[in-house]
């Protein structure tokens, strides 16, 4: 059985996207999915490629226990055909990637993550906010956001895996 594959993209692949990877692995894994789902990440831009995550959100992973080994990548056009769902983490990532998307099925493919938060659905606040120029603080509600649409995000992904 092939896995179903998940990529989170943001700006640099250094803030956003690793938290989001990070904190989905864990849900996978909670869930009992780890050997029928694949989580990775990458950023639109090629800034960081290759530098560990920011040290902001290691810590903040740290500190509610979500281990992350990273490296930065850049999401590329060719990445559409090994993922099965590109989630971004705002509009400007929505719009970067859709233009990047080979085909009209690949740009299909792109969500936004807090689409997977009925709340922020709701609210019609759905942009992960970028923490980078902030404090501490940012990276924790960036955190707590991430959390939240991951919960949803695992019961549509649960319900593709269990076809």
Avoid at 88 to 114: F, G, I, Q, T
Wanted: glycine share 8%; aromatic share 8%.
């Amino acid at each position: 059985m092939t896995p179903y594959r998940v990529c989170f993209v943001c700006t640099g692949n250094i803030c956003r996207s690793p938290m989001a990877e990070a904190v989905f692995r864990s849900v996978v894994q909670a869930a009992g999915l780890a050997d029928r789902v694949r989580v990775a990440s990458a950023g639109t831009g090629g800034w960081h490629v290759g530098d560990d995550a920011d040290e902001r959100a290691l810590a903040s992973l740290r500190t509610r226990g979500y281990p992350l080994a990273h490296r930065a990548r850049q999401f590329g056009a060719g990445w559409f055909d090994r993922y099965d769902l590109v989630v971004a983490l705002d509009a400007s990532h929505v719009a970067a990637l859709r233009r990047l998307a080979p085909s009209a099925a690949s740009a299909e493919k792109v969500r936004r993550l807090r689409g997977y938060d009925p709340n922020s659905v709701a609210s019609g606040d759905l942009d992960v906010p970028d923490p980078y120029y902030g404090d501490d603080a940012g990276f924790e509600h960036v955190l707590d956001l991430v959390e939240r649409a991951c919960r949803g995000l695992l019961a549509i992904v649960r319900r593709e895996v269990d076809r």
